[in-house]
Each structure stands twice: as C-alpha cells, then as structure tokens.
C-alpha cells in the first residue's frame, strides 16, 4: 500500500476550485491558493489572503475574546502571548476557511451503513474506501465534489479542497498500535480525533470507555459517508454478535448502543472554523483530555492554526499524541519542523514517545503544556 503524497493535480482542476457549496469559502483561480504538485517536484504556494474571505476581522476578533474569557494567565507568558496574539503573520494565514458544522447522528442507524462494505482489522470495523469513493463518483455527489476532482486523478489531498480523509493512514496504524503497547486509559476522558479521517482513533477511545469523543475532519463528506459509517459500524455490529431472540432484549441492547453513540460528535470544517463553532457550542466550553491526531502536520501553512487549536481546545493537564511522517515529500511539512515550530512557542513541550524507522521513519510525539497552571 502506498502512503506517499501523489499529486497529480491538473491545471483545470486549480481553475475549478471555485465555491462548492457545503458552507466552502473557497477561491476562483483568480486568487491565490495553496496546490501543490509534485510532478515538477516544487510547492506552489498561493495563499488566500484574509481580506478575500471577508472573515479576518470577526474571525481574529472572536479568537480574542473567547482566549480572553477562557485564560487568565499572566500576559507575558508564552501561553497568553500566544493565545492572545491578535494577528497572523503573513505566512501564517490559513490557506483557506471552510465553514464548520456539527453533523448530527442519523435516526435511522441501519441507513448509515446502507451501500457500505465493511472490513475487519483486528477489534475494528471499517467502510471499504474504495466502495465509497466508487458510489460518490457514480452518485455525483452533491456539494463537495473532492471526489470528483481527486479520485480519477489518484490524488491524495488538493489543498483547501480535499484533505486526504477518504484514506487511512499509515501513522492511524502506529498510533493504534502505540495504544495497544502503552496502555492507553480512555475511559473517562474527553476525547478529540482531529483531522479523523476513518475515524479509527476515536473509535478506539470510544470503545475504550472515553466519556465523550469529538471527530473532526475538514470534508463534510468524510464525516458523513466515513467516519459516522465506521463508528456505527464499530457499535451495531458488535450489537449484533450478541444476537437473542427476545424482542425485549434485543430493544434494550439497541437503546444501549443509541445512548453509547450520543457520545460521539462529528464536525466538518477548517480548524479555526471548528474551534469557534465547539468554543461556543458549550459554554462553558470543557476542553479535552487527550487530542489524537495522525498525519496533520503535512503542511507547515497550517501549523499556526493546528498550534491554536491545541491551545485553545487542550485542558491544563490533557495531552496531543501526534503521530507524523519525518517528513512529508512535496509538500514540506514533518516532524522537525513542527517541534521547532512548537519550540518556538514557548507553550507547549514536546516528547518523542516512539519512533517507527522502517521504510520513511515515523514518529510518535506528545505535547503537553509546559505550564499546567
Ligand atoms: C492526511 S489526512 C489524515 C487522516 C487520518 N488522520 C489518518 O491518519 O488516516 C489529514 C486530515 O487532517 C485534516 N486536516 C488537514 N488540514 C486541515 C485543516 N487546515 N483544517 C481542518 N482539518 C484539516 C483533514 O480532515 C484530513 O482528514
């Protein structure tokens, strides 16, 4: 199986990326945008700028005052620093700001799974990709088209459209196998999976008793026809092993499966988008004791954001198990980058838990915050 980036994006497709619906704030070619293609080996990198959006103001405005409400610290410290700065650096600008929703766990549980193939890994169920990436093209699906655009082409992300979660990714498996190894507590925590893709992750924690998981990824359509598929297949099916014949039973265990699944939530959308939406979703706002996040440092224009998000969603003494190729061909971004950025901050400190040196060496890093108090 190849984990490499394989970009193959044509020049009409850049021109295509025009508003796709499904709350996207995207750009026409006339703007800048990040693509990047590794046929000539090089990263183009046309930023959007936040004035196009319409956005910056409220957007920095709203990222102000919520770090204002949820901190006191001292403001000399790297922390309020950091969760106080008021302005991205031009580099640092989010490439793009795809609206974030909530997406609400369908009624009908038997629908989720309509259509859908699953596979077995060992203790998961999981939605054959393939399948679903055959239906959307044939259906055409409507609003984010990423299907259309990256499947024929065998595209791993385009930037700001599709960022790669209708795929598992090769550090999803090290950083099960991580939980397996380290003995990692679920039970009782607050639990984001940040960037989900399939979801594998915070399926784990969920079935490891986690109190409530969070799953997050940038494609609305990843969350709808993925990462819902696979945490329903992760709790149904496991339902339906246990099968008895008594009517009463069988209603009391489907309850039981209904009432584990409410802790589960889903939302699509950029990071910052995602951060507003959960800050003023719970107010207040109870932030996560473990984030768990694979493959989301690819790209070093999003570090600023990811840093923001860890800052502004991670409690006092919750931990970021991170889990990343060294570095990631084409597009830039990795491990070391992404610790020195993180250095630079002054917040957080990093710790290598594990690394994975077969073929591209992969890592497992922990952040925690350097300050707790
Ligand atoms: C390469 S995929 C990895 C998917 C999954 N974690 C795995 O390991 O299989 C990167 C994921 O990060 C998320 N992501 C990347 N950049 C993002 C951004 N700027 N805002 C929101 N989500 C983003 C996407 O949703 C995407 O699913």
Not at 103 to 126: C, F, R, S, W, Y
Request: hydrophobic share 35%; glycine share 6%; proline share 4%.
């Amino acid at each position: 199986m190849n984990f490499q980036f394989n970009f193959t994006i044509e020049d009409h497709l850049e021109k295509e990326l025009t508003p796709l619906g499904d709350g996207a704030l995207m750009l026409d070619s006339s703007k800048e945008l990040s693509v990047l293609e590794s046929q000539k080996g090089e990263q183009r990198d046309r930023k959007c700028s936040m004035e196009q959006f319409d956005l910056p103001q409220d957007h920095l405005r709203e990222h102000k005052s919520v770090e204002n409400g949820a901190h006191s610290q001292d403001t000399d410290s790297p922390l309020s620093a950091a969760l106080s700065s008021s302005h991205l650096e031009p580099h640092e600008e989010q490439p793009c700001l795809r609206v974030a929703k909530e997406h609400a766990m369908p009624k009908d549980l038997k629908k989720v799974l309509e259509n859908k193939i699953i596979e077995t890994l060992p203790g998961l169920q999981h939605v054959n990709l393939s399948a679903v990436k055959t239906i959307l093209l044939k259906d055409n699906f409507p609003g984010e088209n990423v299907v259309s655009k990256s499947f024929p082409s065998h595209t791993d992300l385009i930037t700001g459209v599709y960022e790669g979660g209708l795929k598992i990714w090769e550090c999803t498996f090290d950083l099960l196998t991580y939980f397996t190894k380290a003995k990692v507590k679920f039970a009782g925590k607050k639990v984001l999976d940040l960037g989900c893709g399939s979801g594998l992750l915070g399926i784990i924690a969920f079935k490891g008793g986690a109190n409530e998981i969070h799953f997050q990824d940038y494609n609305s359509m990843v969350i709808d026809e993925v990462t819902l598929p696979n945490v329903v297949a992760n709790s149904t099916l496991e339902d339906e092993e246990n099968d008895v014949n008594e009517p009463d039973v069988k209603r009391c265990r489907k309850s039981k499966v209904v009432q584990e699944l409410y802790k589960c939530q889903f939302f699509s959308g950029e990071w910052s988008e995602f951060c507003k939406l959960v800050l003023s979703s719970e107010k207040p706002f109870v932030k996560y004791d473990l984030i768990l996040t694979s493959e989301t440092i690819y790209n070093p224009d999003y570090y600023s954001t990811l840093h923001q998000t860890f800052l502004r969603l991670l409690g006092k003494n919750g931990q970021v198990l991170l889990a990343s190729k060294a570095h990631y061909f084409g597009v830039g971004g990795g491990v070391h980058l992404f610790q020195k950025f993180v250095e630079e901050r002054g917040v957080f400190e990093t710790r290598t838990l594990q690394i994975i040196d077969e073929g591209l060496k992969r890592f497992i890093i922990e952040l925690t915050f350097k300050c707790p108090g």
